[in-house]
């Protein structure tokens, strides 16, 4: 088990924009695990420590269309 952090994501409005944020963060390298709550609009990412920064994470996930704001 890694570190764990929580991204808000702002402009999800179906299912299917949960898929797609899961997917271009579980996507980036040192990624072990990413969900993604529609109603709460938040990701819960677990990653290896060190392996990547939580700008990193904002990155894939703006790119993919969303807005994120690390939550620690
Ligand atoms: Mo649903 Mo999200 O039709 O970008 S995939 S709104």
Redesign the pocket.
């Known amino acids: 088990r890694g570190e764990t952090t929580e991204l808000a994501i702002d402009?999800?409005?179906?299912?299917?924009?949960?898929?797609?944020v899961e997917k271009a963060l579980a996507r980036l390298s040192g990624v072990t695990s990413a969900t993604v709550n529609l109603a709460t609009e938040r990701a819960h990412v677990e990653y290896v420590p060190g392996a990547l920064t939580l700008g990193d994470l904002v990155a894939a996930v703006e790119a993919t269309?969303?807005e994120a704001r690390p939550l620690t």
């Open positions: 402009g999800m409005t179906c299912a299917s924009c949960v898929g797609r269309g969303y």
